[in-house]
């Protein structure tokens, strides 16, 4: 089975502050996508990678930065982060032909106070 | 950004009812997939449509990929307390890499 692991389930940070989301697979999956979660507006891409030290941005990529340095690891990264960034972010992986399965992690709720 | 309209929003069912959730955008996408999603986990891919006019089912599940490839429906018959969830279609775009909108999300709630 595909394992998306996202490091913490739940995150309190202060304004300000340096976030770190990291996120891993397991499966040589290519492909890697950060999303965010809010009722009502699904899910919105951030940033997405499909190779190793290679970002696309996403639709909501503001505020937002992020690193691949290995192929199983994707990790955004908040600059200084803003009570507007309180939300549930969600990972995925897929493999490298277009238009595949996206494996999700289980998400990390991020509050921003 | 493209968007991708879900309705309803919210639905709340008795045990053995019928439902359809929609999908609708203005743009064209070269397929469609349909997600669901449980409290406290990640989303879940259901289907993939992929031609126009395309019906796809699963068990007590049937999705259909309009002929313009513009719009979705998913339809569960008989609906029970297993199929509670947040159900999301996500529209893929030829010419982009990997480039998927989301819908807004459907929360579906069956009452037993």
């Known amino acids: 089975d595909v394992k998306v692991t996202q490091s913490s389930r739940y995150l309190v940070k202060r304004t300000g502050e340096k976030v770190f989301l990291e996120c891993v697979q397991d499966?040589?999956?290519?492909?890697m996508f950060w999303y965010r979660q809010d009722p009502g507006l699904g899910l919105r891409l951030i940033y997405f990678s499909y190779d190793v030290k290679m970002k696309e941005k996403g639709d909501i990529p503001e505020g937002y930065s992020v690193s691949r340095e290995k192929k199983e690891r994707f990790s955004l990264i908040l600059e200084s982060a803003s009570t507007n960034q309180t939300s549930m972010y969600l990972c995925?992986?897929?493999?490298?032909?277009?238009?595949?399965?996206?494996?999700f992690g289980a998400g990390t709720r991020l509050s921003v106070l | 950004t493209q968007l991708l309209e879900q309705s309803p929003q919210f639905l709340s069912i008795q045990e053995g009812e019928n439902l359809t959730v929609y999908c609708n955008s203005s743009?064209?996408?070269?397929?469609l997939q349909w997600y669901r999603q449980e409290p406290g986990e990640g989303p879940v891919l259901l289907v993939t449509v992929v031609t126009g006019g395309e019906v796809k089912k699963l068990k007590r599940l049937t999705f259909q990929f309009g002929d313009a490839r513009k719009d979705s429906s998913l339809h569960i018959t008989a609906a029970q307390t297993g199929d509670t969830g947040l159900y999301l279609c996500a529209g893929f775009y030829s010419g982009g890499y990997q480039k998927v909108t989301f819908g807004t999300g459907t929360k579906l709630q069956v009452i037993p």
């Open positions: 499966m040589d999956h290519e492909n």
């Open positions: 995925a992986s897929s493999p490298g032909s277009k238009q595949n399965i996206q494996y």
């Open positions: 743009s064209v996408f070269s397929s």
